[in-house]
């Protein structure tokens, strides 16, 4: 695997689920790199890796998605097989169901991992996926590397 | 970002060491191989079981990082699902 320098998370934040979690609206964002067939693919050639991401709204079939992921550092074979590994749908339409959880966000956001170079994801990226989830009305986020 | 917009996340980590020195506000450690963030593939319980262990961390009010390890314990499963 290659060995990145890790940045330190630089955060202060109070945020906190203070209503009860079978009332919370859950969203996931995830380094998996999947996309719908109508997306573009992540763009695997560029330096520093590609910061955009791809929307996947809820009600998506997990099947229909595609993998775009560059790295060889992980074993693909486990979402090739079930992207709820990854990319939760299902599970979270259950949970909700079992009234564990309140709703399923609207939709879930899909980046490609490998970010070796993170100031544009940091500057730019990041912070327009935190308003598109503040618009969404999303209590909680689970983040899901692979 | 998220959390500075006021919502609360947690992350799940297959590598604990690195987690240790990135300090993300929440995060779950799980023991598994890379590439299987929430388990094993189709064993729907068991996702749901660590899916719930994370997202009950986000309410826990944090000033310093938190890493919980998961508990692979099935009996923590509410009857019924």
Same mark, same amino acid.
């Given at each position: 695997?290659?060995?990145?320098?890790?940045?330190?998370?630089?955060?202060?934040?109070?945020?906190?689920?203070d209503?009860?979690?079978?009332?919370?609206?859950?969203?996931?964002?995830?380094?998996?790199?999947?996309?719908?067939?109508?997306?573009?693919?992540?763009?695997?050639?560029? =330096? +520093?890796?590609?910061?955009?991401?791809? #929307?996947?709204?809820?009600?998506? /079939? &997990? $099947?229909?998605?595609?993998?775009?992921? %560059?790295?060889?550092?992980?074993?693909? =074979? +486990?979402?090739?097989?079930?992207?709820? #590994?990854?990319?939760?749908?299902? /599970? &979270? $339409?259950?949970l909700?169901?079992?009234? %564990?959880?309140?709703?399923?966000?609207? =939709?879930?956001?899909?980046?490609?991992?490998?970010?070796?170079?993170?100031?544009?994801?940091?500057?730019?990226?990041?912070?327009?996926?935190a308003?598109?989830?503040?618009?969404?009305?999303?209590?909680?986020?689970?983040?899901?590397?692979? | 970002?998220?959390?500075?917009?006021?919502?609360?996340?947690?992350?799940?980590?297959?590598?604990?060491?690195?987690?240790e020195?990135?300090?993300?506000?929440?995060?779950?450690?799980?023991?598994?191989?890379?590439?299987?963030p929430?388990?094993?593939?189709?064993?729907?319980?068991?996702?749901?079981?660590?899916?719930?262990s994370?997202?009950?961390?986000?309410?826990?009010?944090?000033?310093a990082?938190?890493?919980?390890?998961?508990?692979?314990?099935?009996?923590?499963?509410?009857?019924?699902?």
């Amino acid at each position: 695997m290659a060995m990145y320098r890790y940045r330190r998370v630089d955060w202060k934040s109070d945020a906190v689920l203070d209503i009860p979690l079978s009332q919370a609206r859950i969203a996931v964002v995830t380094t998996a790199a999947f996309h719908t067939p109508d997306q573009p693919a992540f763009d695997e050639s560029l =330096r +520093g890796g590609d910061v955009s991401f791809r #929307l996947i709204p809820v009600g998506t /079939r &997990l $099947e229909d998605l595609r993998i775009a992921h %560059r790295s060889d550092a992980f074993d693909h =074979r +486990g979402i090739e097989a079930d992207k709820n #590994l990854a990319l939760p749908l299902d /599970r &979270l $339409e259950e949970l909700a169901r079992d009234r %564990r959880i309140g709703c399923v966000a609207p =939709r879930h956001v899909s980046f490609m991992g490998s970010i070796p170079a993170p100031a544009r994801l940091i500057a730019a990226t990041a912070p327009e996926v935190a308003g598109l989830l503040c618009s969404d009305g999303v209590d909680g986020v689970l983040l899901t590397p692979v | 970002m998220i959390e500075g917009a006021g919502i609360p996340t947690v992350s799940i980590t297959l590598l604990r060491e690195v987690t240790e020195q990135v300090g993300p506000p929440r995060a779950l450690s799980i023991d598994r191989p890379l590439g299987f963030p929430l388990g094993r593939p189709h064993d729907a319980a068991g996702q749901r079981r660590i899916i719930m262990s994370a997202l009950e961390m986000l309410s826990v009010p944090v000033t310093a990082p938190l890493i919980r390890a998961f508990d692979d314990d099935p009996l923590v499963d509410p009857p019924g699902l």
